[in-house]
């Protein structure tokens, strides 16, 4: 790895245990085992690498999210399968824990990789669950961009309740009762 990418890597990883404010230069550079010239020589300052270190962050959700909302099977199915993988409930998202930083929200290039992806994934699943739909694979009165909306803020929801309450199993009781709404408890 490069000292470019020893920041970046470190910058992501701060951002996410310790938001914006928390991810300090000093802490990226004890972190990325480098000195402060490298820093500067890569990046304009904490903010272009903080800027930088949350678009990588989230194009690689929205790779992870892709492998599993692009494989074969019907709509339903795929919306099913990503509600149900593996997340680490009590670290948080690391693009949605962004969302509720206030220095994140306040500048326009820090929130822009936020707000990408999950524009991003909200219409992305708007679209799988209106093939649903068309398909008679949910019930006829849920609206498509409604739900997705729904089923974005339930994945966020159950971070937060699962820190807040320490408890992982409550994240996997809300994207269980987001299935069954889906499905109609078949899935």
Known sequence: MTNRDRLLESTRVLLWER???GAS?????QLAKVGQGSMYHHFEGKRGLAV???TAT???MQLRAEATLDRPGSALDRVVAYLRVEREALRGCPVGRMALDPDVVADD?????VEEYFSWLAECLRQLLDEAHRAKQI???LVPEDVS???VATIQGGYVLARALQDPSVMSAALDGII????????
């Open 52 to 54: 930088e270190a949350l």
């Open 109 to 113: 290039a820090l929130r822009r990789p």
């Open 180 to 187: 069954a709404l889906l499905t109609g408890g078949a899935g």
């Open 149 to 151: 909306v729904a089923v």
């Open 58 to 60: 989230a194009q690689d």
């Open 139 to 141: 019930a006829p009165h």
């Open 25 to 29: 230069p000093a802490a990226i550079q």
């Open 19 to 21: 938001g914006y404010v």
